[in-house]
């Protein structure tokens, strides 16, 4: 009678949104809207996130957290479900999947002050950041004015006694809070571990942006119910920008100390070609990530992760302009300040890179990993013709 009980008292804080057990309020919604969706079924044909539920007939708080990072967000169950807002049910899963992932950014986030932090006050933090540490940067150099290049400024090996250690800081808050993340969902995923074949779809998915075709390949929702592929490309510009821009600072430290050819570089060298066509991807697609963002269905998304977003887009843009103005000032006498625009906010970036935005990639890359290796093993459920 007391087990009965309690799964009454379950079922109607389930019903009524309310706080589950150790699960927090938005968690709770999650899951009230995923009984109702392996329920009706209708989307199963959609992204990731939804094969992997119908595994599922409860979620607990590790389920919760793996499907809302398998989430991409892309609109397409909103506008197809026709239990969604203004139905009595009110199911809006990418809003719901949104607010969980902007708190598991926080939950897992190392230290976890910090992330609470940003989380708050994300645009603010990553802009009064870069602003400071660009004036600081700029009245250092005054005493270099006139000259020719930037290592005249400021050394090679002080710039790398500058940056180094608040990028490791960066590397190691993330993976200590990947690790946690990996750790706690890999049981909701059968436990099985990682092999080849699953790393290899779960890279393929992460690289080519896979899921943000809509799971039907005609791309995301924006501001209405029709299918676009303007969010992937941008996604795409951004993400490959980044890359070539992280590739080309990488290719000039191998020139450096394998080579002994120190910076500035010129065209057609191999860091100036990457740095110039990442910086260009990154503009263009920070620019329209931007816009997308600003059109945005107000049902899709959660509007509180808004000053995230934006911080984490506006660091972007602003490092790769400031990284193209900086090439074409050399040797002119604006140059210092554009230097200090742009290592500031590249600092800025590396100090909140574990809290900002960029995480969100790094957590559903392994929420991918997971799908992979859990859809390769036998459905635990089975229901139907599985």
């Known amino acids: ?3 009965l009980n309690a799964l009454t008292r379950e079922a109607k804080a389930l019903a009524n949104g309310e706080p589950m057990g150790n699960l927090t309020a938005p968690e709770t919604a999650v899951a009230r809207q995923l009984q109702i ?4 079924r209708y989307c199963e044909g959609f992204c990731a996130m939804f094969p992997a539920m119908t595994r599922r007939l409860e979620f607990g708080k590790a389920d919760i957290h793996f499907l809302a990072n398998l ?7 909103l506008h197809a479900c026709q239990y969604a807002p203004p139905h009595e049910f009110g199911v809006n899963v990418p809003r719901a999947m949104a607010t969980v992932r902007g708190q598991t950014y926080a939950d897992y986030a190392w230290p976890a002050p910090l992330g609470r932090l940003y989380q708050r006050n994300g ?11 660009a004036l600081f940067i700029w009245l250092a150099s005054s005493a270099a004015a006139g000259a020719a290049d930037f ?11 500058l940056f180094a250690p608040v990028f490791l800081f960066a590397v190691l808050a993330l993976a ?27 890279t393929h998915d992460v690289l080519r942006l896979k899921y943000l075709d809509g799971g039907h390949g005609e791309g995301c929702n924006n501001e209405d119910d029709a299918f676009g592929m303007s969010r992937r490309r941008a996604h795409h510009l951004t993400f490959y920008g980044f890359v070539l821009c992280f590739a080309a600072t990488s290719v000039a430290t191998l020139y450096h100390y394998a080579f002994n050819l120190p910076a ?9 070609l990457l740095g110039a066509v990442g910086g260009v991807m990154l503009c263009m697609g920070t620019l329209g990530l931007l816009r997308l963002k600003l059109q945005r269905h107000p049902l899709h998304g959660d509007a509180a992760q808004k000053p995230m977003d934006y911080g984490f ?6 490092i790769s302009a400031s990284g193209l103005v900086l090439w074409a000032l050399r040797g002119q006498a604006q140059m210092p300040l554009a230097l200090a625009v742009h290592l500031g906010s590249v600092m800025a970036l590396f100090a909140t890179l574990p809290y900002n935005k960029f995480a969100h990639g790094i957590y559903r890359s392994a929420s991918l990993l997971r799908h992979a290796v859990e859809k390769r093993q036998p459905n635990r459920l089975g229901l139907g013709g599985e």
């Open 264 to 272: 500035p570089y010129d065209l057609p060298s191999l860091p100036k």
């Open 313 to 318: 887009i506006g660091l972007l843009f602003l």
């Open 151 to 161: 290592y005249a400024i400021f050394p090679h090996n002080f710039l790398v006694s």
């Open 71 to 77: 989430c991409h967000n892309c609109g397409a169950c």
């Open 123 to 133: 645009l603010t933090l990553s802009l009064a950041l870069a602003a400071g540490l």
């Open 37 to 40: 969706c392996n329920a009706c």
């Open 1 to 3: 009678m007391n087990t």
């Open 176 to 202: 200590l809070g990947v690790r946690r993340f990996w750790r706690d969902i890999g049981p909701a995923t059968t436990g099985a571990p990682l092999t080849g074949p699953a790393a290899a779809e779960a």
